[in-house]
């Protein structure tokens, strides 16, 4: 059995805040705990208006609390992010997401997450980025 405490993971080389100042990210699960799919507690600070691209994974995100927006660039559809709200990137779909009050979000990837990934110039992760060590 796994077993984390996030204020304790928070304290570890699991936290990774984006280089561009957007979004940090403790990282509950990731590959090596060989679940099949990595588990994040994300904030996207206020403010945050950036794109994205996940062309090497697939995501769900659900809203804990704060309030945004995700745009799908392909079609230019709009959805209101508030507590509750579940979005999946299922499509690997090109989008904007965007923080009018902080975000706090439960985030699920698949497949798992190494641990140190951040963006790439598309919005993307790699898939062969370095992996944390406790």
């Known amino acids: 059995m796994i077993v984390r405490q996030l204020q304790e993971a928070q304290k ?19 590959k090596d705990d060989k679940m099949g799919y990595s588990f994040h507690i994300t904030t996207i600070y206020a403010g945050a208006d950036f ?13 804990i609390s704060g309030e945004g927006e995700v ?11 508030t507590p509750g709200t579940l979005y999946n990137l299922d499509q690997h779909d090109r989008h904007i997401l965007r923080a009018f009050k ?26 062969d980025a370095e992996a944390v060590t406790e």
């Open 51 to 63: 794109r994205m691209h996940y062309q090497n994974h697939l995501e769900s995100v659900y809203c």
């Open 71 to 81: 745009e799908t660039l392909d079609d230019g559809k709009v959805y209101k992010i």
């Open 102 to 127: 902080e975000l706090h979000l439960a985030c699920v990837f698949n497949p798992p997450l190494n641990g140190k990934e951040v963006h790439n110039a598309e919005g993307a992760y790699e898939l």
């Open 12 to 30: 570890t080389s699991r936290r990774i805040v984006s280089p561009d100042g957007n979004w940090e990210s403790t990282r509950m699960l990731l």
